[in-house]
C-alpha cells in the first residue's frame, strides 16, 4: 500500500474517492451502526446476543477503515496532473500497448496508479506491478520487456492523459 516513505500515490480522481468514502463512513453507515448497536442493546442479554455481537464487528470494520483512509489521505501525494505529459509514461497517464507475444494481440489501455487505487478489471493497474515497471519513463513506439516468470515483450503505441 505504501512505499518506504510512508508515501500514497493517488491520482486527484482515488484522492477524491478516498475523501467521498471516508465521508460516507462517517456520516451514513457510522451512524447506522450506533442505530443498530442500540436497537441490539434493546433486546437483553448481550452475552448471547448475536445482533449485538454482529453490530460490535460492524463497527469495529467501519472504525478500522476509517483509520486506515484517515492514514492514506495524511500521507497522500497526488498526482499533479497537470504537469502531465504525453510524451513519455507517466503515473496518471492512460498507456496503450500491444502485446509483440501474442500472434492476434489486440491493443490494451490500461491508466497507471498508485497501489491504493489498483482495479485491474476496470484498467487502472498499479505503478508497482511488472507491466507498469516495464513500461514507465518509456515512450510511444518503444518495445519493453515486462519481467515476470515468462518475460515478454510490449510495444507503446499510444500514451494519454485523461481529462
Not at 478516498?18 to 457510522?30: A, C, F, G, P, S
Not at 478500522?64 to 498526482?79: F, P, S, T, W
Not at 497507471?112 to 518509456?138: F, R
Request: charged letters at 35%; a negative charge; aromatic letters at 2%.
Amino acid at each position: 500500500m505504501k512505499n518506504m516513505d510512508n508515501k500514497v500515490i493517488l491520482t486527484q480522481e482515488g484522492y477524491k474517492k478516498l475523501q467521498e468514502e471516508r465521508e460516507h463512513l462517517v456520516n451514513v453507515d457510522r451512524v447506522k451502526n450506533r442505530e443498530d448497536l442500540v436497537l441490539a442493546r434493546s433486546q437483553g442479554d448481550l452475552s448471547e446476543n448475536a445482533d449485538y455481537d454482529a453490530a460490535r464487528d460492524e463497527q469495529a470494520r467501519i472504525e478500522g477503515r476509517i483509520k486506515e483512509i484517515d492514514d492514506m489521505l495524511m500521507h497522500a501525494e497526488v498526482i499533479d496532473e497537470a504537469d502531465m505529459s504525453s510524451d513519455v509514461v507517466r503515473l496518471g497517464n492512460i498507456v496503450t500497448i500491444l502485446d509483440l507475444s501474442e500472434e492476434n494481440a489486440e491493443e490494451e489501455s490500461y491508466k497507471i496508479v498508485g497501489t491504493t487505487e489498483t482495479d485491474p478489471l476496470n484498467g487502472k493497474i498499479s505503478n508497482e506491478s511488472p507491466l507498469a515497471k516495464a513500461i514507465l519513463d518509456h515512450a510511444i513506439g518503444d518495445v519493453v520487456t515486462v519481467a515476470v516468470a515468462s518475460p515478454y515483450d510490449v510495444k507503446i503505441t499510444n500514451i494519454e492523459i485523461e481529462g
